[in-house]
């Protein structure tokens, strides 16, 4: 003989017994106790929340022998007899299966009939299945029912229920359970029952049940088929810690293992999407959240480090990829392929590379950080003594990163004097120049023009900034004052936001203030020749930038490469199959 399941063996039979539904228990009892009981009522809510236990208790009690502050006696020959599925007084419907107008007509016909107590309750479970004909004939019994007659509608999904059903009832909604609730629940079942079963095991039962009783206890209850013990699962973190640290390698790692372990791809994007909601509710309604205390702390830890910005993307991700895997003949490759992109945004060929660099700059932004990050210098090419191109991108053992050294630019004059002959004491020459001292250039010491140092000021701005006043062209009416030639207003309007960053670096570079305006003007097709180096130049007196590895890194760049490709070059022997392919 079979054994009784344990949500049926610990089903609620009194209003006292239901938890986390207070609201509902407080307005049925005072129904009853006040003989206000309504002729029809709609419960909606998740599935194992209560519905059905709290339609019985209700039809119990109405019809109870001797009901104590609205609670039935549970000992009556009523009583027993609901329990049982025997009263004459309760039927329950499945409108999940007796959808039809003529199920309901029978319905309607037996409504009429007298029953020995003193109500006859209809329960009409997942009433959202009826058809519209049902629902039609329906209705008008639900408006003008006899007097001794009540519904009971329940259905997980009340938006379905057409909105004159749902105007002449009177809609409870039951709640998902919270955790302290369940867990509270859960032991006593354990200590009742006689069950021996870890804490470890009751913590992985209460993330199973995601706040429905009924879920959680037949969790319980294959936990403790099995021993008792928590079962190996697959560790949803290892994504997410490689989203964060953009480790793609680890995610395949760990799609692997759990492919290992008989999951389905499809069942652990679900698994991945739920996880990482829990994690954004953690940031934005913590109330909602449906998990132990350690484990929400976890969670909230690991959702401040990704970013609400990063989670939200992922789900959207993984939510695309699910819909893609309806029809996708490997829907493990299609898995993949959306860790990869989340973990490698730079490789997506799309916007999401320059969101995530937005996500980054705000990061810092509300972290406090005043400017992005100094990266480590690139390394040296000892051929050419100039920074490798490529090289913080792609570093090596055998070349030593050098200090970063300040660069000194040498003046570009019409007539270059002859360099001196180097001498055999360095010493007389210091190696870095006082902190307080500024770097001045020979032209500034020489009392050069503003026009004869806008390439000295030009290299030593921002990326940004340097490539927005590029397109300018440099007049210097007077020595302290610089005309910078845009070529359109929007331009200007663009150069005039960062005017005070310019005549700083004027200020610095020539030691004395400088007036800067910037004008609209005929600015030429190439770029002004005080502002491009002359190529007659020896190769150690032109302006160069240092390159700035950030930028090689997280720049927005097209890749080579497609992203199948990318797949088949890190695993080998995968291939693409279509619908129509039959080997």
Same mark, same amino acid.
């Given at each position: ?42 419960? &909606? ?35 027993? &007899?609901?329990? &049982? ?256 992109? /989340?973990?490698?945004? &730079? ?120 490539? /927005? ?115």
């Amino acid at each position: 003989m079979a054994v009784q399941s344990l949500y049926r063996r610990y089903r609620p039979r009194r209003f006292s017994e239901l938890r986390g539904q207070d609201h509902i228990v407080r307005a049925l009892r005072n129904s009853v106790i006040n003989q206000r009981e309504g002729q029809a009522y709609l419960f &909606s809510g998740p599935r194992g929340t209560g519905k059905t236990s709290t339609a019985r208790i209700l039809a119990k009690v109405l019809n109870c022998e001797a009901p104590v502050d609205g609670e039935p006696c549970c000992e009556c020959a009523s009583c027993l &007899s609901v329990e &049982s599925g025997t009263s004459y007084d309760v039927i329950e419907l499945d409108a999940a299966s007796n959808n039809g107008v003529q199920d309901v007509r029978d319905l309607i016909d037996r409504a009429g009939l007298v029953s020995p107590g003193r109500h006859r309750v209809f329960i009409l479970d997942e009433v959202h299945m009826l058809t519209a004909a049902a629902e039609a004939a329906l209705l008008k019994t639900l408006e003008e029912p006899p007097p001794h007659v009540v519904f009971v509608l329940a259905t997980t999904d009340p938006q379905k229920v057409s909105e004159t059903i749902r105007s002449r009832t009177q809609h409870l909604q039951f709640h998902l359970l919270p955790m302290h609730d369940l867990e509270d629940h859960v032991r006593f079942v354990v200590r009742d029952a006689g069950l021996e079963v870890t804490d470890e095991a009751i913590e992985q039962v209460l993330v199973q049940g995601g706040g429905s009783a009924r879920d959680t206890l037949s969790a319980l209850e294959l936990i403790v088929a099995a021993g008792g013990v928590a079962e190996a699962t697959v560790n949803l973190d290892e994504f997410v810690e490689a989203i964060i640290d953009g480790d793609p390698a680890r995610s395949l790692a760990a799609v692997a293992f759990a492919m290992q372990h008989g999951r389905d791809p499809r069942t652990l994007a679900d698994e991945l999407i739920r996880h990482l909601r829990e994690a954004f509710l953690t940031q934005m309604a913590p109330e909602l959240v449906q998990l132990p205390a350690d484990r929400a702390e976890h969670v909230s830890e690991w959702a401040r480090r990704m970013g609400n910005g990063t989670i939200v993307r992922s789900m959207e991700t993984i939510g695309d990829t699910l819909i893609e895997m309806r029809h996708a003949p490997d829907a493990r490759l299609l898995l993949e392929v959306s860790l990869m992109k /989340l973990c490698s945004p &730079s490789d997506a060929g799309d916007l999401t590379a320059l969101i995530a660099r937005i996500e980054r700059l705000e990061k810092a932004v509300a972290s406090g950080a005043t400017a992005a990050p100094s990266a480590p210098p690139p390394p040296v090419d000892p051929a050419t003594g100039r920074a490798k191109l490529g090289g913080a991108a792609r570093p090596t053992s055998d070349v030593p990163r050098a200090a970063p050294q300040p660069t000194l630019v040498k003046a570009q004059s019409p007539v270059s004097a002859p360099e001196p002959a180097a001498t055999a004491e360095p010493a007389a020459r210091p190696a870095t120049p006082p902190a307080e001292t500024p770097q001045v250039s020979q032209a500034a010491a020489s009392g050069g023009s503003p026009a004869e140092l806008w390439p000295q000021v030009l290299t030593s701005l921002k990326p940004l900034v340097r490539a /927005l006043y590029s397109a300018c062209s440099v007049t210097s009416p007077t020595p302290d004052t610089v005309v910078l030639s845009a070529p359109n207003a929007v331009h200007q309007a663009k150069c005039n936001e960062h005017a005070a960053t310019v005549a700083a670096a004027f200020e610095k570079i020539s030691g004395r203030k400088v007036a800067l305006n910037v004008d609209v003007g005929e600015a030429p097709k190439d770029r002004s020749a005080a502002a491009r180096p002359s190529r007659s130049k020896p190769t150690d007196e032109i302006p160069h930038d240092d390159i700035d590895p950030d930028e090689l890194s997280d720049m927005p760049i097209v890749p080579v490469e497609s992203v199948l490709d990318r797949v088949n070059r890190i695993l080998p022997g995968s291939r693409v199959i279509d619908e129509g392919d039959t080997k």
